[in-house]
């Protein structure tokens, strides 16, 4: 369902899409947008359920979430239809990208929901310490929604939920209009896992529908995708002082230094450059390869892309499958063709497969780029590997810098201590070393973009805690007895004062107490 338009029809005040396949270009379905009232009937019985989800020990809701995992390995098959039917990926990109990631995304978080959640008894620092005593509570935020695209149509619908829910909210989701089914699916295994009813719903529909969501009393909006939507939604968000967190796109540079093993940088360039059509927000957008080593890095990834194999019969022999929306292709070709009348280098590929009926862009390497051509400042989210030569790693580092991205990058060097001092020096969320950006799956890391490539951090302990308010309960050890400090007040209370500050601030043994 890679392409919608609207059909100028409308069903009882809804919208209605239609969709069609990126591998036959041929209508696959319909789908109905939801509208302001469906949102807020959605939330309405969304929020009866919560209170019930929310009173439970997360050791409950745990227990209840894992039953996840089997209804994920039973339907692994069916989900990869539904996502390949509706994006044309590569099959193995999405038993990986969306079956694989999302067990390991349940499996993890039930693991460790009831540690990261867990109240905290902090010391109270100082002179506080005496008499107050602290208990951090994660208490849920209610309802959340939840707004994905469609590069990882049932990963990033479900890795946010799993989180929301296990922290003791309840969800409606509003998946991409381009892969409407895949998000349905989120719901549907929620619902055979035996979750409350109401808990996951998913709201299909186009920005119509996200708006509303935005817009309907929800606690807080977990959003993924562009940057121009991320700004509209900020803007909602700010307006109605709801917290949102903005997951958003990215421009990743991969620095290869002299000292790297270039069979595995090569690989690294080809599978970040290529994997999921490119549709990756972390995939590799620009390859800066230091001049030592250049001819014979160009070289080996020309061979390397030249033998990707694409196809439309959908199986797991494919490896670079279709791009899944007729807007992203667009804007693939017209990259391209603008770089190349600035004089860049096609290699090979560099326009649609011509076997292919459907939405086929051809694995492409480029080179003789610069900064002022569209391809190396816009996202572009092809199967495309731009290869820049440099003279060294600092031409390199300042080159990654000047983006206004910041969501990952990837530097090679068989010098692992060199590639962690490297990786520091570029501003962005995160950084791989002598691999491609992996960050979203390592869920004990934060993941989150700088610069226009989003705000706030999602996934691990942090994450869990953003579907969380920390509530602080201090209590005082007096148990209510009046306190010494109180009124009234006089000189001989201030004369203390005074004395006190002057130990802690003056002498030697008041750090004691800092
Ligand atoms: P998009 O912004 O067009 O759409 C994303 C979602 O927002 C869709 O569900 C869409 O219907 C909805 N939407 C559109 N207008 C809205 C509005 N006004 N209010 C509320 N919701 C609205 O993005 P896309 O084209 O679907 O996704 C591709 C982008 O996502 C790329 O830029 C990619 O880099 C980014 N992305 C980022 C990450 C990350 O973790 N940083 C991960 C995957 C994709």
Same mark, same amino acid.
């Given at each position: 369902?890679?392409?919608?338009?609207?059909?100028?029809?409308?069903?009882?005040?809804?919208?209605?899409?239609?969709?069609?396949?990126?591998?036959?270009?041929?209508?696959?379905?319909?789908? &109905? /947008?939801?509208?302001?009232?469906?949102?807020?009937?959605?939330?309405?019985?969304?929020?009866?359920? +919560?209170?019930?989800?929310?009173?439970?020990?997360?050791? +409950?809701?745990?227990?209840?979430?894992?039953?996840?995992?089997?209804?994920?390995?039973?339907?692994?098959? %069916?989900?990869?239809?539904?996502?390949?039917?509706?994006?044309?990926?590569?099959?193995?990109?999405?038993?990986?990208?969306?079956?694989?990631?999302? /067990?390991?995304? &349940?499996?993890?978080?039930?693991?460790?929901?009831?540690?990261? #959640?867990?109240?905290?008894?902090?010391?109270?620092?100082?002179?506080?310490?005496?008499?107050?005593? @602290?208990?951090?509570?994660?208490?849920?935020? !209610?309802? &959340?929604?939840?707004?994905?695209?469609?590069?990882?149509?049932?990963?990033?619908?479900?890795?946010?939920?799993?989180?929301? @829910?296990?922290?003791?909210?309840?969800?409606?989701?509003?998946?991409?209009?381009?892969?409407?089914?895949?998000?349905?699916?989120?719901?549907?295994?929620?619902?055979?896992?035996?979750?409350?009813?109401?808990?996951? +719903?998913?709201?299909?529909?186009? !920005?119509?529908?996200?708006?509303? #969501?935005?817009?309907?009393?929800?606690? $807080?909006?977990?959003?993924?995708?562009?940057?121009?939507?991320?700004?509209?939604?900020?803007?909602?968000?700010?307006?109605? #002082?709801? =917290?949102?967190?903005?997951?958003?796109?990215?421009?990743? %540079?991969?620095?290869?230094?002299?000292?790297?093993?270039?069979? !595995?940088?090569?690989?690294?360039?080809?599978?970040?450059? /290529?994997?999921?059509?490119?549709?990756? /927000?972390?995939?590799?957008?620009?390859?800066?390869?230091?001049?030592?080593?250049?001819?014979?890095?160009?070289? +080996?990834?020309?061979?390397?892309?030249?033998?990707?194999?694409?196809?439309?019969?959908?199986?797991?022999?494919?490896?670079?499958?279709?791009?899944?929306?007729? $807007?992203?292709?667009?804007?693939?070709?017209?990259?391209?063709?603008?770089?190349?009348?600035?004089?860049? *280098?096609?290699?090979?590929?560099?326009?649609?497969?011509?076997? #292919?009926?459907?939405?086929?862009?051809? =694995?492409?390497?480029?080179?003789?780029?610069?900064?002022?051509?569209? @391809?190396?400042?816009?996202?572009?989210?092809?199967?495309?590997?731009?290869?820049?030569?440099?003279?060294?790693?600092?031409?390199?580092?300042?080159?990654?810098?000047?983006?206004?991205?910041?969501?990952?990058?990837?530097?090679?060097?068989?010098?692992?201590?060199?590639?962690?001092?490297?990786?520091?020096?570029?501003?962005?969320? !995160?950084?791989?070393?002598?691999?491609?950006?992996?960050?979203?799956?390592?869920?004990?890391?934060?993941?989150?973009?700088?610069?226009?490539?989003? &705000?706030?951090?999602?996934?691990?302990?942090?994450?869990?805690?953003?579907?969380?308010?920390?509530?602080?309960?201090?209590?005082?050890?007096?148990?209510?007895?009046?306190?010494?400090?109180?009124?009234?007040?006089?000189?001989?209370?201030?004369? *203390?004062?005074?004395?006190?500050?002057?130990?802690?601030?003056?002498?030697?043994?008041?750090?004691?107490?800092?």
């Amino acid at each position: 369902m890679a392409i919608y338009q609207t059909m100028d029809k409308i069903e009882q005040g809804r919208r209605v899409l239609e969709l069609r396949s990126p591998v036959t270009l041929e209508p696959i379905g319909e789908i &109905v /947008c939801a509208n302001k009232q469906d949102v807020a009937d959605a939330l309405a019985k969304a929020e009866k359920v +919560q209170v019930a989800w929310g009173a439970k020990t997360v050791k +409950q809701r745990v227990e209840a979430v894992k039953k996840l995992l089997p209804v994920l390995l039973d339907n692994a098959d %069916a989900i990869v239809d539904t996502v390949v039917r509706e994006t044309g990926k590569a099959r193995t990109d999405a038993l990986l990208m969306e079956i694989y990631a999302s /067990c390991d995304s &349940v499996s993890y978080y039930c693991r460790r929901a009831d540690k990261f #959640l867990r109240p905290e008894k902090p010391r109270a620092h100082g002179l506080m310490g005496l008499s107050k005593k @602290i208990e951090l509570h994660f208490k849920p935020l !209610g309802v &959340v929604g939840i707004i994905t695209p469609w590069n990882g149509p049932f990963i990033l619908a479900l890795n946010p939920t799993i989180q929301a @829910i296990l922290a003791g909210n309840a969800v409606l989701l509003k998946p991409s209009e381009v892969t409407p089914e895949s998000g349905r699916w989120l719901q549907t295994v929620c619902e055979k896992a035996g979750l409350p009813e109401g808990l996951v +719903q998913v709201l299909v529909g186009d !920005g119509e529908t996200g708006a509303a #969501l935005v817009e309907s009393a929800v606690e $807080k909006i977990a959003f993924t995708g562009s940057v121009a939507t991320g700004q509209r939604i900020a803007e909602s968000c700010g307006r109605q #002082l709801k =917290p949102c967190t903005l997951e958003l796109g990215g421009k990743d %540079a991969m620095i290869v230094c002299s000292d790297a093993d270039i069979e !595995g940088a090569v690989a690294g360039a080809i599978m970040g450059s /290529c994997m999921n059509t490119g549709h990756y /927000c972390c995939g590799t957008e620009r390859v800066y390869v230091v001049e030592d080593i250049y001819d014979t890095f160009l070289e +080996q990834v020309i061979e390397g892309v030249r033998v990707l194999r694409q196809g439309s019969d959908l199986g797991y022999e494919e490896d670079v499958g279709a791009v899944f929306w007729d $807007k992203q292709m667009t804007i693939i070709e017209t990259q391209v063709d603008d770089a190349v009348a600035q004089g860049a *280098t096609v290699h090979v590929g560099g326009k649609r497969n011509p076997n #292919l009926g459907g939405l086929y862009y051809e =694995p492409t390497v480029m080179s003789n780029l610069d900064h002022e051509m569209a @391809i190396m400042r816009d996202e572009n989210f092809g199967p495309i590997v731009c290869v820049i030569k440099v003279k060294d790693e600092e031409e390199a580092i300042a080159l990654a810098n000047d983006s206004q991205f910041g969501l990952h990058g990837n530097v090679w060097t068989k010098d692992t201590e060199k590639g962690i001092n490297i990786a520091k020096r570029i501003d962005t969320g !995160g950084v791989s070393v002598n691999d491609m950006a992996v960050g979203y799956g390592v869920h004990s890391a934060p993941f989150g973009g700088r610069k226009a490539s989003g &705000v706030g951090q999602v996934n691990g302990k942090v994450g869990i805690r953003g579907y969380t308010y920390c509530q602080p309960v201090i209590s005082d050890k007096g148990a209510g007895k009046k306190s010494p400090t109180g009124f009234p007040r006089d000189l001989k209370q201030v004369e *203390t004062y005074k004395k006190v500050m002057k130990f802690l601030w003056t002498n030697p043994l008041g750090k004691l107490f800092w």
